[in-house]
């Protein structure tokens, strides 16, 4: 599969890469130009308490970029050419050049392993793992954790409006921090093996809890839903086709079921009628991973799409489904003085 | 013949991957440039979500949790768009939660794409109101069972809930005329069916938009439990053609005036409402090509094995 | 020693969340013991950054080939860190203005949104996005007609491709109404709520079958193996 | 392994208790049902308590089917276990896809190349998770034995520090101490995607012989797979999650389905007990098959125009108050 491709091959991939770099190129001297992001400037003004200040209040102030179209601001700039209400956004115009080499560097990948998918994997590694870090000191730590046992600074630092802990929950975070301390002992060797009582809490509360939903959820509400009476009159009398077709699908799924669940037998040899019933089942199963591979195929394409929507739309401003760079009638693709 | 049949034997995935490539591209930027659509013919599923909601009385108030993030926006967003553009062309009143951190926003860009835009009259608290994200997953489900202010105290911009006009008449959820969902996954349509659904005694009625990984798990609860489903971005196509064969028929321009709707009838519809039947046209391209691959492998693997029974003979 | 007590203690969690939903007084068990593991979890970073960190200094000191890949990994990590526990160009929160540390991690114009945005979304979502080249080369490959069962699964795949594009009814649209059973938009329907569900249906009711059965091996002390007791057998 | 009694005679001997079991929770929701819409609206959540009076009641009133459930199934599980460790021999169908875990350890060792083992993306509290890290230890036992290298990158802190307890038990066990290396277990990031790229950039560089996927999986299944098929290895897969599995059975060599992922230790230990549990599983699905059948008959004759169809319906309904719905 991965064989490499032969000399004419390499020439085709060569021109295909030529043809989006000279796309991308052309749409940098063409019409409006293209990937830029521009902000709005609101202003913000806030009366706050204060106990120092002779008012009793103070007064904090500061500026907020809201991003809006690239149509908003030529609509602007037509309105008033000297405005500096709307105007291009360095951070994020940066931004779409970094997402777009990014997304182009990752479909390098495909074509086969090159520095340009290592450099975005890097990348990858480093920025998600800090950035799940983040989220579980501000999501967990910060309001279940210093919420429970310091609540009074974390509500005058941090979360104003954050509920006063109950008694069990303070009871709970104690043992979360007791047992997260006794994971971290996993950093000092001598006493490292102590960790395991965390694991054995941790894999013995899942072992617990699953039991529960799994049966409650999932073998009774199956089983029950399974249930169906076989023949579904249907109207003109009993035996008749109509009926036969209505009862059909009910006659299916139950025979379905038990012919899978039969599959699943561990302790019997799958031989005789165990053995065609476990075939019948094994045909109902593949039935059912091809019927979700078709509809899931749906939802790759739908992201794909997306990916290339982003490609085309924001950053080379190739197209504009959403109509957010016309003005006046006229696309900012073609440009406002320009004819494409 | 040997010949192509010997390249496709030998082919290099790479050229596979082309191949889905243009056939993505090339709808994309067709549709993106001339701006047309392919025709929907809606499924019993997708039909039944629009009929449930056109069935409610005026004014109804209907749930609508959006449990979805940017990750899979590509998909639902069309779904919750259309479902609040509907709710609203029929005067309905919109709660809209999530389950979902993320989701709290795609309420608020859905609000400000439809209501704001096109029903600028609907007020914020009294005609719709975003509650944004809670979290607790099915816990929060719990809780709605019995009280539906407590799971949400707040609205997503800090006002409480207990004296909002649009939650007088809500004490649970079974209180509302209508769940109306979007999924992207856990937690999501199943656990509502799950918890709320079947907990209200089938009392209250649910219908949901999801992807199409979610859409073979939950074919089992329509018509039963669910009494609407789009699925994956077809659905959503099929939805948003429904709404726009309605709102371009003269008949309705009455109801339509009357739901405050900016515009009244109208030939075009904005590009905002075709957002799913205009991704249809990858679809296209790419399940064609799928297709053609599986009968393309299938073509090479005959042959072999043909030629491998001849050797062997 | 330590084992035994480890056992202990998962033994006794376990049974303490088995009983919780009979008995009133427990009912909130349940909820809180998710609470208390998202915080260990997030402890527990501390030990993943560990190894992160020490496995890319190290290529980073040893001079390893591709050590530079290992270094922009650590400066990656280090910069998001500081920029999202800074809270760097987060602005005041409007309600709390004069809480200092009120404001939204991921909040507009902060940089933590920015690589959120620029960074983080483009990269995952072209690695998901990569999954519609994955499908066509796996359709190509490993769909092909070896037997019954793989024959059951293409056929299946086929229907439920076409039966929900257009070119599903462009091809059998025109059936009559007595066929229109077969037309692929229906056919795929009826395959997802009869075969579809009967498979699903059986697959849970095995699973959960199979969670009830691991999770007593292990509340049982009968599978050790997760606690490094040495290949599993007690 | 010699075949031991067949499972319908052990089913029916477990089919008399549980029916007793069922026509006293059926008979309870008989009594019930006059209320039970009442109580089920404010007692199925845990507000009950905190919104309306405090219930006096000490145990959860509806929750018997449940109870009861669990109490069979456990009981059949418990009961195999039992008889397998008093000397009952088991006999147990092969599970392909599990007697290629030592061929594919092999090749690795002959090639000189790792074996890649990816216990799933989620975290600890996940039980496919758990079911993943029983199944490493046994693989690493075989990598012990045959000196391969094994590598495990983990998507969450938690995950690297089960797996490195789990592998150094197994290294311990083998008395290949030596041999074995925390540093190959390592974390690389809570972030879905983050982690496939990682690992596939590390497939196609290291060429790992034989590729383990065990635990939970979603939509980065198939980009593992395909990848790992484009190196050519070995790929053997087992997950509980049914949207991932027709990826992992088009695009690897063996596929655990569902539960045969969740037997997958117990298969691998060969303990005497741990067999024994499966056989427990075996049973109760009878039982599972058994009401399912049951029901479908006193629905079908419920939905029968005959005079007997009212009672065989009251009938019916009490079966399924019994089973909690």
Same mark, same amino acid.
């Given at each position: ?8 091959a390499?020439?085709?991939?060569a ?11 052309l749409?940098?001297g063409?019409g409006?130009?293209?990937a ?8 913000m003004?806030?009366?706050v308490q ?18 809006v ?5 030529s ?6 050419p000297?405005?500096d209400?709307v ?6 115009t940066v ?6 080499l ?9 074509y086969r392993?090159?520095?340009?998918y290592?450099?975005?994997e ?11 870090g983040?989220?579980?000191v501000?999501d967990s ?10 609540h ?7 979360l ?11 009871i ?9 301390i ?5 950093l ?18 899942t ?6 939903s ?5 073998l009774?509400?199956?089983?029950v839903?399974?249930m ?23 006659v ?5 079921v038990?012919?899978?669940?039969t599959y ?6 799958h031989?005789?009628v ?10 109902y ?7 979700a591979?078709?509809?899931?195929v749906m939802?790759?394409?739908a992201?794909?799409s997306?990916?290339v ?7 080379l401003?190739l197209i ?18 320009g004819?494409? | ?11 290099d995935?790479?050229?596979?991957f ?9 709808p ?15 499924t ?19 749930l609508?949790?959006?449990d ?5 926006a ?14 609203a062309?029929?005067?309905?009143k ?34 719709y109101?975003?509650?944004g ?7 929060v ?6 009280d ?11 006002r409480?809930?207990?004296d909002?006009?649009i939650l007088?008449g ?10 109306a969902?979007?999924s992207?996954?856990?937690?999501g349509?199943?656990?509502w069916?799950?918890?709320v659904v ?11 938009g ?6 073979p798990q ?6 039963g439990?669910l009494?609407?489903l ?12 429904l709404?726009?064969?309605w709102?371009?028929d003269?008949a309705?321009?009455a109801?339509?005036a009357?739901?405050?709707?900016d ?5 075009v519809?904005p590009?905002?409402?075709?957002e799913?039947q ?19 492998g299938?073509v090479?693997?005959?042959a ?7 050797a062997?003979? | ?11 006794v ?11 009133p ?22 030990l ?19 050590w ?25 929160n409007?309600?709390?203005?004069a809480t ?6 991921d909040? &507009? #114009?902060?940089?933590?949104a920015? !690589?959120?945005?620029?960074?983080l979304?483009?990269? /995952? $979502?072209?690695?998901?996005? *990569?999954?519609?080249?994955?499908v066509?080369?796996a359709?190509?490959?490993a ?7 793989a ?6 795949a086929?229907i439920?491709?076409l039966?929900?594009t ?11 109404e007595?066929?229109?059973g077969l ?7 009826f395959?997802?709520?009869?075969f579809?569900? &009967? #498979?699903?249906?059986?697959?849970? !009711? ?7 059965? /691991? $999770?007593?091996r292990?509340? *049982?002390?009968?599978?050790r ?10 | 392994?010699?075949r ?6 052990d089913?029916?001997r ?20 006059a ?8 007692v199925?959540?845990e ?5 309306g ?8 009133p ?13 009981g ?12 009952a021999?088991m ?9 290629a ?16 083992f990816i ?12 079911a993943?890290i029983?199944v490493l230890?046994?693989?690493a036992?075989?990598?012990?034995e ?9 998507s ?8 490195r307890?789990a ?7 083998a008395?290949r101490?030596?041999a074995?290396?925390?540093d ?6 809570d ?5 496939v790229?990682?690992?596939?950039g ?11 996927y065990?635990?939970?999986?979603f ?7 395909e ?7 070995i790929q ?6 049914s ?13 655990l ?10 298969y691998?230990?060969g303990?005497p ?5 499966l056989?427990g599983?075996?049973a109760?699905?009878?039982i599972?098959?058994?009401l399912?059948l049951l029901?479908v ?9 005959l ?12 079966l399924?108050?019994?089973?909690g719905?």
């Amino acid at each position: 599969m991965s064989k490499e491709p032969r000399s004419p091959a390499i020439l085709v991939w060569a021109m295909i890469v030529l043809a989006v770099a000279a796309v991308v190129g052309l749409r940098i001297g063409l019409g409006d130009g293209m990937a830029r992001a521009y902000a709005e400037r609101v202003e913000m003004r806030v009366t706050v308490q204060d106990v120092a200040s002779p008012s009793g209040e103070r007064v904090v102030e500061w500026v907020e970029w809201k991003s809006v179209s690239p149509a908003e601001f030529s609509r602007a700039v037509r309105e008033s050419p000297s405005q500096d209400r709307v105007q291009l956004n360095p951070a994020n115009t940066v931004g779409l050049w970094v997402a777009a080499l990014l997304t182009l560097a990752i479909f390098s990948f495909l074509y086969r392993d090159n520095p340009a998918y290592r450099l975005a994997e890097a990348i990858i590694i480093g920025v998600s793992a800090a950035y799940w870090g983040v989220i579980g000191v501000w999501d967990s730590i910060v309001p279940k954790l210093f919420g429970a046992l310091a609540h009074g600074w974390t509500t005058a630092h941090i979360l104003p409006n954050l509920p006063a802990p109950t008694t069990q929950s303070q009871i709970g975070m104690g043992i979360a921090l007791a047992l997260g301390i006794l994971l971290l002992l996993r950093l000092v060797p001598a006493v490292g093996g102590i960790s395991v009582w965390t694991m054995a809490f941790i894999v013995g509360i899942t072992a617990g809890a699953k039991i529960i939903s799994h049966v409650e959820s999932d073998l009774l509400a199956q089983t029950v839903a399974t249930m169906q009476p076989l023949v579904q009159p249907a109207d003109g009398g009993f035996w008749t086709g109509a009926t036969l077709w209505a009862s059909l699908p009910s006659v299916l799924v139950v025979v379905g079921v038990l012919c899978c669940l039969t599959y699943f037998f561990f302790s019997v040899e799958h031989k005789g009628v165990v053995g065609s019933a476990a075939r019948i089942g094994i045909m109902y199963l593949m039935i059912t991973f091809g019927a979700a591979f078709g509809f899931t195929v749906m939802g790759r394409v739908a992201l794909l799409s997306q990916r290339v929507e982003f490609l085309l739309d924001d950053w080379l401003w190739l197209i504009d489904p959403l109509e957010r760079r016309i003005v006046d009638g006229v696309s900012m693709i073609v440009g406002t003085g320009g004819v494409w | 013949m040997e010949g192509v049949l010997g390249i496709l034997e030998r082919l290099d995935r790479r050229w596979v991957f082309l191949a889905m490539a243009l056939a993505v591209a090339g709808p994309i930027l067709v549709m993106g440039i001339t701006r047309k659509t392919l025709p929907e013919t809606p499924t019993d599923a997708s039909r039944a979500v629009f009929q449930v909601v056109q069935s409610l009385p005026r004014g109804s108030t209907v749930l609508l949790s959006f449990d979805f993030d940017p990750g899979s926006a590509g998909e639902l967003e069309p779904m919750g768009v259309s479902m609040a553009r509907q709710c609203a062309l029929r005067g309905h009143k919109m709660v809209f939660i999530s389950l979902w951190p993320l989701g709290g926003q795609m309420i608020d860009q859905t609000i400000k794409k439809v209501l704001r835009a096109d029903f600028p009259h609907l007020q914020d608290g009294v005609d719709y109101v975003n509650l944004g994200f809670q979290t607790g997953n099915e816990q929060v489900m719990r809780v709605v069972l019995t009280d539906f202010k407590r799971a949400f105290p707040t609205t997503k911009a800090g006002r409480a809930t207990a004296d909002l006009p649009i939650l007088s008449g809500i004490e649970r959820v079974g209180d509302f005329a209508l769940l109306a969902q979007v999924s992207a996954g856990y937690p999501g349509s199943k656990e509502w069916v799950q918890y709320v659904v079947s907990a209200s005694g089938g009392k209250l009625p649910m219908v949901s938009g999801c992807t199409g990984v979610q859409t073979p798990q939950l074919y089992p609860y329509f018509p039963g439990q669910l009494r609407g489903l789009l699925g994956a971005i077809k659905g959503a196509a099929e939805y948003e053609s429904l709404i726009n064969a309605w709102v371009s028929d003269p008949a309705n321009a009455a109801e339509m005036a009357s739901a405050g709707a900016d515009g009244g009838v109208s030939a075009v519809i904005p590009p905002k409402y075709l957002e799913a039947q205009r991704r249809m046209g990858p679809q296209l391209g790419a399940h064609l090509l799928m297709v053609v691959l599986i009968l393309l492998g299938n073509v090479v693997y005959l042959a072999q094995r043909r030629s491998q029974r001849r050797a062997a003979a | 020693m330590m084992r035994i007590v480890a056992l202990a203690i998962a033994s006794v969690a376990g049974l303490v969340m088995l009983l919780s939903p009979f008995f009133p007084a427990m009912e909130s068990v349940g909820a809180q013991s998710s609470e208390i593991f998202n915080v260990i979890a997030a402890i527990a970073f501390i030990l993943g950054a560990g190894s992160l960190v020490k496995v890319n200094l190290s290529r980073v000191g040893r001079r390893d080939t591709g050590w530079g890949y290992a270094f922009v990994t650590l400066l990656c990590f280090a910069i998001t860190l500081i920029v999202g526990l800074g809270k760097i160009g987060v602005p005041p929160n409007p309600q709390f203005a004069a809480t200092p540390w009120a404001g939204e991690k991921d909040a &507009a #114009g902060s940089a933590f949104a920015w !690589i959120y945005e620029f960074i983080l979304t483009p990269i /995952t $979502s072209t690695m998901f996005a *990569l999954l519609a080249f994955y499908v066509a080369s796996a359709a190509f490959r490993a769909f092909r007609a070896k037997n019954r069962e793989a024959m059951l699964l293409l056929g299946t795949a086929f229907i439920v491709l076409l039966g929900r594009t257009f070119a599903g009814v462009w091809l059998t649209g025109g059936f009559p109404e007595w066929a229109s059973g077969l037309r692929l938009e229906n056919l795929s329907m009826f395959i997802m709520q009869v075969f579809n569900t &009967a #498979g699903n249906r059986a697959i849970i !009711i095995g699973i959960a079958l199979g969670v009830t059965a /691991t $999770s007593l091996r292990i509340l *049982l002390g009968i599978d050790r193996s997760w606690m490094g007791a040495g290949g599993g057998s007690a | 392994m010699v075949r031991g009694r067949s499972i319908t005679s052990d089913a029916a001997r477990m089919m008399l208790p549980l029916l007793a079991v069922c026509a006293v929770a059926g008979f309870q929701h008989t009594l019930a049902s006059a209320h039970t819409q009442e109580i089920a609206a404010a007692v199925s959540t845990e507000d009950a308590a905190a919104v309306g009076a405090p219930t006096t009641s000490l145990f959860t009133p509806g929750k018997l089917p449940l109870a009861v459930a669990i109490i069979v199934t456990s009981g059949c599980i418990i009961a195999w276990m039992l008889q397998a460790r008093a000397g009952a021999s088991m006999y147990l169908r092969r599970i392909p896809a599990l007697d290629a875990v030592t061929n594919a350890v092999g090749r690795s060792t002959e090639m000189g190349r790792p074996v890649l083992f990816i216990a799933g993306i989620q975290d600890m509290d996940n039980i496919q998770t758990v079911a993943g890290i029983t199944v490493l230890s046994h693989v690493a036992k075989t990598t012990a034995e045959y000196d391969a290298t094994i590598e495990v990158p983990t998507s969450r802190s938690l995950v690297m520090e089960a797996a490195r307890e789990a592998v150094r038990g197994s290294y311990q066990a083998a008395g290949r101490f030596d041999a074995y290396n925390a540093d190959a277990i390592r974390y690389i990031t809570d972030e879905q995607f983050g982690f496939v790229a990682s690992v596939s950039g590390q497939m196609v560089r290291e060429k790992p012989a034989a590729c383990f996927y065990m635990g939970c999986f979603f939509a980065e299944s198939l980009i593992l797979a395909e990848t790992g098929n484009s190196i050519g290895a070995i790929q053997i897969a087992g997950t509980a999650e049914s949207s991932q599995l027709p990826f992992f059975v088009a695009a690897c060599d063996y596929t655990l389905i569902g539960e045969e992922f969740m037997a997958a230790s117990a298969y691998l230990s060969g303990a005497p007990d741990q067999i024994g549990s499966l056989k427990g599983q075996d049973a109760a699905k009878v039982i599972v098959a058994t009401l399912i059948l049951l029901g479908v008959v006193l629905a079908t004759i419920a939905a029968l125009n005959l005079p007997q169809s009212e009672a065989v319906s009251r009938v019916f309904e009490s079966l399924k108050g019994a089973l909690g719905s």
